[in-house]
């Protein structure tokens, strides 16, 4: 475990400091901070304060559009695609936004089989998905912390026809550090956190019961995850819990402990907004509501003070606002998602979910639309299963190697979802895009990438370099 100097410390005074120091700011000032930016070198905390007091509409147009060409020049047009596959809703701690919540008497109660879940997982394999984020409540059924492993290999050894998953992240409760080396032994890719809020006197007073009162404990959670060797953590904040301005300087103190300690930092971050949930007023009355400006500006704030670092959107955003922030940062999205234990198979059984969603658009529906407004859907998942993960994939990403892997990776895995299971509407409008997107490669690249796509044309699957 983590001994108190190796642990992270989230400065809360040196949080209040910074944003005071940031709202004394000009047009100049904000503008000089955006050509640091663009030089793809990050931001520091004080940097991030500058622009989150912006609010004139032209310097809130400039810095959005410093983000959109930052995640251009790094991402190209690629958004990877994963489902998430809730196994148990059962839990024993008291997060008053949490319809999963122990107290909660008005949630139907499910933990599945690992047969139900090979169920689940053939739904989501007959999709086209090949990434999914297994997700539980924090209490296991009888077998403990061995049904999440043991539901780890049933979701690698369910295929269906032409397909299987490929990569599976999770999202579950922190471990101690001999728990993470047992996951890591199951080949996941990565492990995801998210603190909720970092401000310990909000932590405390909405996480009322069960061992996830710890703040600390849950805050070096990816520390015990990356020394048990998990090289890949996501971690996030639960959005409206606490000042937005707060939580995102918290953060980015989060992902520079991280850099300092490793020497890399988390390989995603998530930016979840409260929403309603059966049996939580909390959730319904956030106690810092943030508005669609703000939540852009948050996406945009942190793609220019982390660029390297993958942005996730989940579907708890609407199908607009999705759109709006991909442009501005966001590089892998959830589709098609139920958050309800079984959801997959049994579309009515919404009692028993976790939260209500924003975007309830079919995975087909979701990949059409990305595919017209110019983006490569992506369900490419190369990079971890070549060892490309950790501090190696940062070594690649930084000077721009790692486009030269994802460009055609992406390519030929799109297309091979358009042979398997693209609808006839979508299949038409996927096939302009993977021209568009061969055409727009330069012409390295193009070759290979064009090779790998008629490889799938002629029937060859799984094709990545
Ligand atoms: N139970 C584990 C935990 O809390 O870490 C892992 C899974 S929990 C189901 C996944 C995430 O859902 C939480 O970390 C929280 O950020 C998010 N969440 C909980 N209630 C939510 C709500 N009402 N709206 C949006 N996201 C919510
Ligand atoms: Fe349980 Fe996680 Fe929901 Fe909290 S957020 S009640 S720990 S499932």
Redesign the pocket.
């Known amino acids: 475990m983590s001994t108190a100097t190796e642990g992270v410390r989230i400065d809360e005074g040196l949080i209040a400091e910074t944003l005071a120091a940031g709202r004394r700011h000009d047009a100049a000032r904000v503008r000089e901070v955006l050509a640091k930016a663009a030089e793809l070198g990050g931001l520091q905390a004080l940097d991030m304060a500058v622009l989150m007091g912006v609010s004139d509409p032209e310097l809130l147009g400039e810095i959005f559009q410093t983000a959109k060409s930052v995640k251009e020049r790094i991402y190209g047009n690629r958004l990877v695609l994963f489902a998430p596959l ?1 196994i148990s ?1 059962l ?1 024993g ?1 008291e ?1 008053l ?4 919540r122990a107290a909660n008497r008005e949630l139907q109660r499910r933990a599945l089989s690992q047969d139900e879940i090979a169920v689940e997982v053939k739904h989501l394999v007959e999709q086209g998905h090949k990434r999914i984020l297994l ?4 209490a296991y059924p009888r077998e403990g912390f061995e049904y999440v492993l043991d539901a780890i290999d049933t979701v690698y050894r369910t295929a269906s026809g032409a397909g299987e998953i490929r990569r599976v992240n999770v ?4 471990l101690s550090t001999e728990e993470f080396g047992l996951l890591k032994a199951k080949r996941i890719g990565t492990y ?3 603190q ?1 809020t970092y401000h310990r006197e909000t932590y405390a007073r909405v996480h009322l019961a069960g061992r ?1 009162r710890d703040f600390d404990w ?1 805050v070096n959670a990816p520390d015990r995850a990356m020394e048990a060797g998990i090289d890949d953590v996501g971690i ?3 959005f ?1 819990l606490f000042d937005w301005r707060f939580e995102a300087l918290a953060l980015v103190q989060h992902i520079r402990h991280l850099e300092r300690r490793f020497g890399v930092g988390p390989h995603t971050l ?1 930016v ?6 059966t049996g ?1 007023d ?2 319904s009355h956030p106690p810092h509501p943030v508005s669609d400006v703000d939540f852009r500006k948050i996406v945009a704030i942190l793609r220019l003070a982390v660029p390297y670092t993958g942005i996730i959107m ?1 579907t ?1 955003e609407t199908a607009a606002i999705r759109r709006e922030t991909f442009a501005l940062g966001v590089s892998q999205i959830s589709a098609g998602s139920r ?1 309800n234990p079984g959801g997959y198979s049994d579309d009515e059984r919404l009692e028993a979910a ?3 969603l924003g975007d309830h658009r079919p995975l087909d529906e979701v990949i059409r639309d990305v595919a017209a407004l110019g983006y490569v859907p992506s369900f490419c998942t190369a990079c971890y299963r070549l060892g490309r993960t950790g501090r190696d994939f940062m070594d690649l990403a930084k000077p721009g190697e790692i486009k030269d892997h994802c460009g055609p990776n992406a390519l030929a895995t799109f297309q091979e979802y358009l042979e398997d299971y693209g609808s006839p509407e979508t299949w038409q409008v996927g096939e302009a895009a993977v021209a568009r997107a061969l055409a727009g490669l330069e012409p390295g690249l193009r070759g290979r990438a064009a090779t790998m796509v008629r490889m799938v044309k002629n029937g060859a699957r799984d094709v990545y370099w």
């Open positions: 809730y809703n839990c701690n997060c936004y949490c319809a999963f997700v539980a409540g924090e999202n579950i409760a922190p995801q956190v998210f909720e996830k849950r996030g904040v639960l409206g998530s979840p907004r409260m929403e309603p949930a939580s909390v959730a989940s708890r958050t976790q939260f209500c």
